[in-house]
Structures are given as structure tokens and as C-alpha cells.
């Protein structure tokens, strides 16, 4: 599981960068950067989604403060 989470924020900072070199080096007006902004945004919202899953099923645990 632990991999599976780090191969995604890996994906999506690799998402997030090739959204900024879009952003300062292509000059024809193609939507590049809005694809790679969305699929950065897509991917976040899965791992969000993935998370919330895998504590429902055990799979992770919370290891924050209990008061």
C-alpha cells in the first residue's frame, strides 16, 4: 500500500511540473497545460479516495493522537 501511495504523489508532482514547463515554454495556445493540471487534480482525488478506502477495509491504520 505504502508504495502504491508513493508511486501516485510521484505521478502527480511529475503532473504538477510538466504543467509548469507547459506553462513556460509552449507558446502555440494548445491545452496542455489544462490536461496535465486536470490529470494532476484527477490523481489527487484518487488517492484521496483510495485512502479513505483502504482505512475502511484495514488495509492502513491511523496513527494520530487519541485524546
Known amino acids: 500500500m505504502k508504495i ?3 508511486a501516485i504523489l510521484v505521478l ?8 509548469l514547463f507547459f506553462l513556460m ?7 496542455r497545460m489544462v490536461r ?7 490523481l489527487s482525488v484518487l ?3 483510495l485512502l479513505l478506502i483502504a482505512h475502511h477495509f484495514g488495509w492502513i491504520e491511523s496513527t494520530g493522537l487519541r485524546y
Open 47 to 49: 488517492l484521496f479516495g
Open 12 to 19: 502527480i508532482i511529475g503532473s504538477l511540473f510538466s504543467a
Open 4 to 6: 502504491l501511495v508513493v
Open 36 to 42: 496535465a493540471l486536470t490529470l494532476r487534480i484527477g
Open 25 to 31: 515554454k509552449d507558446k502555440s495556445g494548445s491545452d
